[in-house]
């Protein structure tokens, strides 16, 4: 009964990819008539469209049938925000719709990967101090080496690819932290001095978190990545609550924060810009506030059942199909539609939080939690940012977005969680 269950839930993901296709392909030819050499252009992307159908339903029947079972509804889950991603590109940016395809196909190679690399998992959260310089560097690189893409200098350019090293470090965050927590948990959770209304540990056991938040400060202000540096901050803010249970750091981190965004806000141009945009938008609606703006009439436009697909206005927000592409969903698919993602990114949460509890010893819980809050931060960040509930950030929306370095990441982390749910079943089996 669970196996037609998970069928049937990745099943629907792929029939509306293949019917909302059909849509567009039909819409492209209003008069009936289908010449043979533009019908075959048209439909280039089909052999990629093939291998992710085929590829996908391999990894279903893969994780079905291993013993012990890993969890098998997140990759289901998965492929629907995927399809949603697919069929959006397709209907905004048709050229990139084969490379998008081509990173899916990539990150589900990935993810098989991840599978088979479990003990692999285990051994590298032994390693704190390694992953934690590596992560440091790789974030650090672009600072040196980057090229500034779409206002951020975060991305290093490797021949004919656009490599994001921050999607990268954020895995390498969530190891370090896991392995860093869980040994030092004991003194974290047990303060000895106070300083006000705070209870801390020593100097020594906070250093790591306080290089941590510096570095989040540090994206911000010379790389002008607002979104990851958001995401870091916020990874390292939670993970090391939930280690703990002491509010005293979320206090501490929350002022720590607070009082750099202020100096940052009265020293550097761009980050007095971003806030004028997010705190007044309606100044400047034609110039630096246009994308904003934009995304609001589209949200505004979508209603509660949306315009139809292909049939709104989406193109007029620059960069829709990254940072945007919610808003092209909100206004072609309207309230019903954006509640739908939201629900699929709610039971993805969910189903991480089932994992992480079950698992057998605290590093491993604090990793699944922290590959399961990443996706939940990093859709939070981007869904306010386009609504203005936050300043907006140049983030992607996971397994949405065009994007091969997120694309990557996420099928990586997704794969640490099913390793891990693999891990939970051995352990009570």
């Known amino acids: 009964m669970m196996n037609s269950k998970t069928w049937g839930l990745l099943m629907a993901p792929l029939g509306i990819l293949l019917l909302g296709l059909g849509v567009l392909f039909l819409k492209q030819h209003p008069t009936g008539e289908f010449p043979l050499d533009q019908v ?119 021949g004919p690819f656009r490599v994001q090293p921050s999607e990268f470090g954020k895995i390498l965050l969530v190891f370090f932290l896991s392995a860093y927590l869980s040994d030092h948990r004991q003194v974290l959770s047990m303060p000895n001095f106070r300083l006000l209304f705070l209870r801390l540990p020593p100097a020594r056991f906070i250093a790591p978190l306080l290089v941590v938040w510096g570095v989040a400060v540090l994206m911000f202000v010379v790389q002008k990545d607002l979104g990851s540096a958001l995401l870091f901050f916020g990874i390292a803010v939670l993970m090391t609550y939930m280690a703990t249970g002491n509010k005293s750091y979320v206090f501490l981190a929350l002022a720590f924060f607070g009082a750099a965004a202020v100096i ?42 949306g315009t139809g697909f292909s049939y709104g206005h989406p193109g007029l927000i620059p960069e829709v199909h990254t940072d ?24 993805f949460f969910y189903e991480g939080i089932r994992i992480a509890l079950g698992c057998r010893n605290d590093g491993q819980i604090l990793l699944a939690a922290g590959c399961d809050i990443v996706f939940f931060l990093q859709a939070f960040i981007i869904i306010a940012g386009v609504t203005k509930f936050l300043p907006l950030t140049g983030i992607t929306l996971p397994f949405i977005s065009y994007g091969g370095s997120s694309m990557i990441s996420s099928f990586v982390m997704l794969g640490i969680l099913v390793s891990l749910s693999r891990k939970e079943q051995k352990a009570h089996g």
């Open 324 to 347: 945007f592409i919610f808003s092209a969903i909100a206004e072609e698919l309207g309230l019903a539609g954006s509640l739908m993602i939201l629900l699929l990114y709610a039971m």
């Open 40 to 158: 075959m252009r048209e439909l280039s992307y089909l052999p990629w469209l093939l291998t992710v159908i085929v590829l996908a339903a391999f990894v279903q029947a893969l994780l079905l049938h291993s013993r012990p079972k890993p969890n098998a509804w997140l990759f289901p889950c998965v492929m629907m925000l995927a399809s949603m991603g697919i069929l959006m590109i397709a209907r905004l940016k048709p050229d990139l719709l084969v490379p998008q395809l081509r990173w899916i196909i990539i990150g589900m190679f990935a993810f098989i990967m991840m599978l088979r690399l479990g003990s692999f998992i285990d051994r590298l959260i032994q390693y704190q101090y390694i992953v934690g310089i590596a992560c440091l560097i790789l974030l650090c690189l672009p600072l040196f080496f980057g090229t500034e893409i779409g206002g951020s200098r975060n991305w290093l350019l490797l």
């Open 264 to 305: 940052s806000y009265m020293m550097f141009g761009h980050v007095r810009v971003r806030f004028d945009i997010w705190w007044d938008p309606w100044k400047d609606p034609s110039g630096m506030a246009y994308q904003i703006v934009q995304s609001l009439f589209a949200f505004g436009s979508g209603g509660v059942w």
